[in-house]
């Protein structure tokens, strides 16, 4: 008989399994197909536990599960994050931070000192630093008896001996660690010393054990402190650039090093040709140079690579990476150097306040182009009023005006903003107007005082060691066209602050370079100082109030005079016909003032130098006035009356 796919029904279709080796004849057992077994347990059965972690792996021979082919167990469930070895599974009640629901509760309800002291408690060492902590709290004090102080630090060190380490690292006991250092004898601090000094460099690296390095730097004996020092050799480069260790090493470089020391740090900067080749007496470059001048080249290139990585923004405000960039613009040429220079342009506004960083950017304006002068003055722009008020900054102004040929930009990026808001409102801390709170002190003015005098007159002796090769214009030229732009509004200032100005010794310098070499009309300032010179005299001797006495009786005001009054001597002698102040101040005053002046001292001096000017107008002027009055003042027994005397009668003859 003839079975067809016609008289079979779909639902009494069976798979037969025939035996081995058979290739006909009736099954011998039935089986469920796959897919009949998931309709089965899709209708109401469930996985067993066993089958359900067994679903989706391979066996191996060995009992061992081997995972799928993207290294995950597929287990046909939401994957499980493994416990952490040696933790206890939670319970099904626990909350997320694994108490029981009734502690959560009891914690939700506290306070939040509260929690945190609960939490404190189930620390290991929590009766350790609490007493530690509490011992700190009283000794710290500075109003901590002297034995009790004793007595305490004896049971501190007691609590803390082998456990430094541990307590230097973390976060709530480093205070207890300074302490320590700090008050402990010096058997104590010995003991402490012995367990930190083979970690001293990864505690330098710490964010909390640092501070325990810095106060071992302070109050640690001399061996001490050398020990610390050794321990930082062949480490600086990585130091150097810690986010933690560089602060430790700043503070051990400037306060602590001596110059051996500091030079031993800075040799590892140099690479390693310069520790091959040095001579054991050899600490410098120049001394390495010396004896092996071929291999100069090769010493600079590799200080080169080591300088690079510590042009960043975080490391190049370090002394020590300014001392380190002396070192090689002071022996760096040609590709090298420009090299450096294009490299650290834009970073010279970090270092230029110390006295190694002032002089890094002086060698990069001596010697960088003209693109390169133009970045550098780009990034002053901003921090000009901070630069003029600094003892090193602001030398590299003056190395800038010494040598930067475009003298336009000078004046509208520096000298414009330094004109308007440094110099004409900072040059006077001594005058009372409503602007006086932006002034700055005494201290700082003098820095803006010697600003101003270059341009003027000053020739400052470190600014012409180099050759200038990109500065083509001539140096005459370039001060002219940079004292062009400031003369006006310094000019303007001085009749504006006349008495500020004469009667202050420093502030005088500025003034008096300002009449004696400022181009422009200088008719409003002479009018200034002679009305101020026509005020009604009034002797007030020696002892009395400088605020009150007169311009030719004032300490600094009489000497502006005389040293203004000489200036036009030497103009007359060099040919100048016009434009005198000697004569500006006679025509303001008043007949008979000058014998009121020659009855003191300062004043008669004065009056010597009005007629030392041998201007004719002025001697006759002068003649005149004193001839009635030689007897009365040969009875005046002071120096510059007797001079005076003199002077008239060598006139009259």
């Known amino acids: 008989m003839t079975v067809t796919m016609e008289d079979t029904e779909p639902e009494k279709k069976l798979k037969l ?95 939040k000192k509260e929690r945190k002291e609960v939490r404190r408690q189930l620390k290991n060492n929590y009766p350790l630093l609490k007493r530690t902590k509490e011992i700190w709290e009283v000794v710290r004090r500075h109003d901590c008896k002297k034995e009790t102080r004793a007595k305490l630090m004896t049971e501190l060190y007691g609590l803390i001996q082998g456990r430094v380490k541990e307590l230097a690292n973390a976060h709530d006991s480093v205070r207890v660690m300074q302490c320590c250092i700090q ?44 020990e610390i020092m050794k321990s930082f050799h062949g480490h600086i480069k990585k130091l150097v650039r810690h986010t933690e260790a560089s602060s430790v090493l700043e503070y051990a470089y400037n306060e602590w090093a001596n110059q051996k020391q500091r030079k031993a740090m800075l040799q590892e900067l140099y690479g390693n040709t310069y520790v091959v080749f040095k001579a054991p007496g050899t600490t410098t470059l120049q001394e390495l140079f010396t004896l ?73 304006l001596w010697h960088g182009t003209a693109k390169d002068r133009k970045v550098i003055i780009k990034t002053m722009k901003t921090f000009m009023q901070k630069i003029c008020q600094e003892e090193f900054a602001h030398h590299t102004l003056l190395a800038l005006f010494d040598v930067v040929d475009d003298t336009k930009l000078v004046s509208k990026a520096i000298l414009q ?75 303007k200032f001085f009749s504006e602050h006349t008495k500020d100005l004469v009667f202050d010794k420093a502030q005088s310098q500025v003034a008096l370079a300002t009449l004696e070499y400022a181009q422009g009309d200088k008719t409003a300032a002479y009018e200034a100082l002679s009305v101020l010179a026509a005020e009604d005299f009034m002797p007030q001797g020696r002892d009395g109030d400088e605020s009150q006495m007169h311009l030719v009786e004032h300490p600094a005001g009489h000497l502006f005079l005389k040293r203004l009054l000489t200036w036009d001597k030497n103009q007359r002698e060099a040919g100048q016909t016009q434009g005198f102040f000697a004569l500006a101040l006679l025509s303001d005053l008043e007949p008979g003032a000058m014998a009121s002046w020659a009855k003191v001292n300062r004043g008669a001096f004065v009056i010597v130098s009005l007629l030392d000017t041998g201007i004719p107008e002025v001697v006759k002027r002068v003649q005149k006035e004193l001839e009635p009055q030689k007897t ?9 009356t007797d001079i005076l005397v003199k002077k008239l009668e060598a006139a009259s003859a």
Request: proline fraction near 3%.
């Open 17 to 111: 399994k025939r035996t081995k080796g058979t290739a006909t004849g009736p099954p011998t057992k039935k089986v469920k197909s796959f897919n009949d077994q998931s309709q089965e347990l899709a209708g109401g059965k469930l996985f067993k536990k066993t089958d359900q972690k067994a679903k989706g792996k391979k066996i191996k021979k060995d009992g061992k599960v081997k995972k799928s082919s993207d290294g995950e167990e597929k287990t046909g469930q939401k994957k499980k994050v493994p416990m952490k070895k040696g933790k206890k599974r939670k319970s099904e009640g626990d909350g997320e931070s694994g108490e029981s629901p009734e502690k959560k509760q009891k914690l939700v309800e506290m306070k």
């Open 183 to 226: 008050f402990g004898t010096l058997e104590q601090r010995a003991t402490l010393f012995e367990e930190l000094k083979d970690e001293l460099v990864n505690m330098s690296k710490s964010k909390y054990a640092k501070f325990s390095v810095r106060k071992l730097l302070k109050y640690g004996t001399k061996e001490q402190k050398a």
């Open 292 to 364: 092996h001048p071929d291999k100069k080249e090769l010493v600079m290139k590799e200080f080169k690579e080591s300088l690079t990585p510590l042009l960043e923004k975080t490391v190049v405000k370090h002394t020590l990476v300014h001392k380190a960039l002396l070192e090689f613009f002071t022996h760096a040429e040609g590709r090298l150097r420009a090299e450096m220079i294009e490299a650290i342009r834009e970073s010279l506004i970090h270092i230029l306040h110390t006295h190694d960083g002032s002089r890094v950017t002086m060698h990069c």
């Open 417 to 491: 903003v330094w004109s308007l808001y440094t110099m004409l409102n900072l040059l006077i801390p001594c005058f009372k107007i409503a602007r006086r709170s932006s002034f700055a002190s005494m201290d700082k003015d003098r820095y803006s005082i010697a600003l101003c005098l270059f341009i003027f007159v000053a020739m400052i002796s470190f600014l012409f060691v180099y050759n200038h090769a990109n500065s083509k214009k001539d140096p005459t030229m370039r001060r002219q066209e940079l004292l062009e732009f400031v003369s006006v509004p310094l000019l």
């Open 632 to 640: 009365m003042l040969k009875n005046i027994k002071v120096a510059g």
